[in-house]
């Protein structure tokens, strides 16, 4: 099997004339190590000086509150050296889909 990483980036022009990134499967690079750096989505506000990293997940665990946590723990260093390093209010947003029976609910 033949893996292929792609590396999107988006930049749209706001009816105010502002501009929002979108940054698809990119590793942000900060000012010290940290492990989980590449969250699938970001989108960075310019004019509103906002981040949102977001998180893609399909689980097939009953208990997706708990998976929520653990993934705005796994991200909560990458959010803090965003803010610091953009000057941006960052927020994580988690889209969880759960899995049963082999059926998206």
Known sequence: MIMMMITI???IETSQGGKVTILWNQQ???????PNNKPDIINRDHEKGTCMLIDVAISEDINVIKKEAEKILKYKDLTIG???MWNVKTKMRNILYQVQNRRVV
């Open 9 to 11: 980036i988006i930049i």
């Open 82 to 84: 965003i803010q610091s």
């Open 28 to 34: 942000v690079k900060t000012d010290r190590t940290i």
